[in-house]
């Protein structure tokens, strides 16, 4: 099956810098990149996603990059602010019997400085 | 903005006792999931569910677990004896359609077994 993973398990930076975290995955028919943020207490919420067919999607000062080459997927967030400060999923998802099972990273935990 | 919520929050039981978890997933969507997560691991997926049936289960997913949707509105999970290693935190999600669409989490039912 599909497998994910996911680093740095920790990134601090200072207020306004960027932040990159990077997963890669096993299966390359994988085909659903979404990433995730769960701050303390709270469900995941989905922040944005990308599709094989797309190798690049932004959205404000989040950032989405695919390489299905080399099987890794990027999340990029530029002007970090303190509200940016949370747990940070990747996830993947292939053709299955349904084909709608997300395998997940192991997380990153972002700080941000002020 | 439509919201699958979860209830209960937080749900003690001893062991060998059966629990069920409740969740009423975004009125229009149609593919249902469950997820849990243990403390300080990765979200795992264990089942979908669509048409009133089960598309896809893992292989944390045995005989002691099962889904309902009982009515229009609700989707449960059942852990008919529960076990110490069940304790985790337990995410409903949903999607409008399957394989192409996205999941929205709830916020979570944390299980303690005692």
């Known amino acids: 099956g599909e497998n994910v993973e996911q680093h740095p398990s920790t990134l601090s930076v200072q207020e306004g810098d960027s932040a990159v975290i990077k997963c890669t995955y096993s299966d390359s028919a994988s085909n659903y990149f979404p990433w995730y943020k769960q701050e303390l207490g709270k469900g995941p919420q989905l922040i944005i996603d990308?599709?094989?067919?797309?190798g690049e999607k932004k959205d404000q000062r989040i950032a989405v990059t695919l390489n299905k080459t080399a099987k890794h997927f990027s999340l990029h967030i530029t002007e970090t602010q303190p509200e940016d400060s949370a747990v940070y999923f990747c996830a993947a998802r292939s053709p299955g019997s349904s084909g709608s099972r997300l395998t997940f990273g192991e997380g990153t935990q972002l700080t941000v400085n002020p | 903005e439509p919201e699958v919520t979860q209830t209960p929050s937080h749900q003690v039981t001893q062991m060998g006792q059966e629990v069920i978890l409740r969740c009423v997933p975004i009125s229009n969507h149609l593919y249902f999931y469950w997820y849990r997560q243990i403390l300080g691991q990765k979200v795992e997926f264990l089942v979908s569910f669509y048409n009133n049936e089960i598309s896809e289960k893992s292989e944390i997913f045995d005989d002691q677990f099962s889904v309902e949707r009982p009515d229009g509105s609700n989707f449960t999970l059942k852990i008919r004896s529960t076990k110490l290693e069940d304790s985790a935190m337990y995410f409903c999600a949903s999607s409008i359609a399957g394989a192409s669409y996205e999941q929205y989490f709830g916020p979570g039912t944390r299980l303690t077994v005692t």
């Open positions: 990308i599709r094989s067919n797309v």
